[in-house]
């Protein structure tokens, strides 16, 4: 099943609502990652504005571990109140079908709130790599089978699974070479210790617009708003490639319906905020925000969606 993009504008009348009804008490929001990473920035923006429209202190958590498990059971195992949430990316529904080290599985032990926003991925070579487009990169492989090398977070990563499926899908080898996180893979690219990397754009464009490296094109199907002078991967060398990278907000199953709803209002409230587009512009982001049922199908679609990458690339935890 290929992924499908499920976006819903919220009416702007259920968004200009005065602050929603306080919670039982402080709401925690578990990141499952280092703090000062991508994904705990935005937490920490948007925990700082959710506050004041809930009515109650609203924390961050970083708990990192095992490539985000630990995070995630900390919130699947929570009391279903409303005041434990986990803020993940789309690692989250990478796991169902890649990771049989977990005690949970987030399709059932997770109940989705709202997605948050989306980011391609930036497609990007070290400076001395002799191709200028997707397509002359797929011929250099082709010419030099398993001598080109690619970098990555590590073995199952977003990246990885991305790149993995990039040499899948255009018949190419490639070795894959992986890392303890972005930064070490970027300094390796911009030495062309690797040749290759696929990049959150958010933080990739500053390494791009420095000239320490080069980018040669976006993940999405479409061309990203905030780079609309690279093409696709798709549209530069391999037609239909098409992959994002997505932020969602999600709380323990079984939390009921009518706290999930009001953790759905004041989010998509705070994201439709003054100054919240501009934000997120200046990372590289497009806030894309859901009602529950809607974020639920789109997340179920991405688990699917992963899964056939999974298999396609045959990568494996082991």
Known sequence: MTSRRIVLAAPLAALAMPAIAQTRGPVRIIV?????????????NIAE??????????VVENRSGAGGAVGTEAVARATPDGTTML??????????SLRRDISYDARRDLTPVTQIAETPFLFMVSNPTQARTVRELIDLAKARPGRLNYGTAGTG???????????????????????????????????????????????????????RIRGLATSTAERAPAWPELPTISESGLPGFAVNIWHGLFAPAN???AITARLNAAVRQVMAGDGMRQWADGLGFRIVTQEPEPFRAFFLDQVEHWAGIVRRTGVTME
């Open 255 to 257: 939390t009921p319906a």
């Open 157 to 211: 990563s977003s990246g990885h699974l991305a790149l993995a499926d990039f040499c899948v899908q255009a018949g190419i080898q490639m070795t894959h070479v992986p890392y303890r996180g972005a930064a070490p893979y970027l300094l390796a690219l911009s030495t062309d210790e690797v040749q290759l990397v696929m990049d959150p754009a958010s933080t990739a464009k500053p390494l791009a617009d420095s000239g």
């Open 32 to 44: 499952p990652f280092v703090p000062g990473g991508n994904t705990d920035l935005v937490a920490r």
């Open 49 to 58: 504005k959710l506050g004041p429209v809930l009515g109650t202190q609203v």
């Open 87 to 96: 803020f993940h990316t789309c690692a989250v529904a990478i796991e169902p």
